[in-house]
């Protein structure tokens, strides 16, 4: 025989029921410890996750919403005369907007951002657009700041 159940079976009636309930505690703690509180701590942190996502993703449809009405105003000049440079210059120090590198190609031309909070650049794309310059192609990427994020190439060209 198992010498714990020996052992067991050689105490009182009283020390046993004791010995069961301290056993029946001890489990109890254990599946709380180890299952129940793991899980628990895990759903709520998934349910913040999912509230937060939902937070961001009503944030970007309102702003997906302003760029298709900005787009649909119609506020756009027919056709940009003067320097594609100085005109993006002049409207990104208008908007706050510190731009990191400039590289002329032809009559296009290429922009970067290290960083930018998203709103002002919104706002800056939109002045661009209603000077008459053409977005032709944009790389963003989001930064580990909250509302801020890269330009990693934004393609402009006169219309």
Do not use: C, H
Request: net charge positive; aromatic share 6%.
């Amino acid at each position: 025989m198992n010498p714990i159940t020996q052992k067991f079976r050689q105490l009182s009636e009283r020390e046993q029921r004791l010995v069961v309930l301290v056993a029946s505690f001890m489990a109890i703690l254990l599946f709380y410890l180890l299952v129940w509180a793991p899980l628990n701590q895990s759903v709520q942190r998934n349910q913040t996750a999912i509230e937060s996502q939902k937070e961001l993703l009503s944030w970007v449809e309102q702003n997906a919403n302003r760029i298709i009405q900005l787009r649909q105003s119609g506020n756009v000049a027919s056709r940009f005369n003067g320097s594609l440079t100085q005109a993006v210059n002049l409207s990104a120090n208008q908007n706050g907007i510190m731009i990191t590198r400039m590289q002329p190609q032809g009559d296009k031309l290429q922009v970067w951002v290290d960083e930018a909070e998203f709103n002002k650049v919104l706002t800056w794309l939109e002045a661009i657009e209603n000077q008459g310059i053409v977005i032709q192609d944009a790389d963003f990427s989001e930064s580990s700041t909250p509302g801020i994020i890269r330009i990693r190439r934004l393609q402009l060209s006169k219309s």
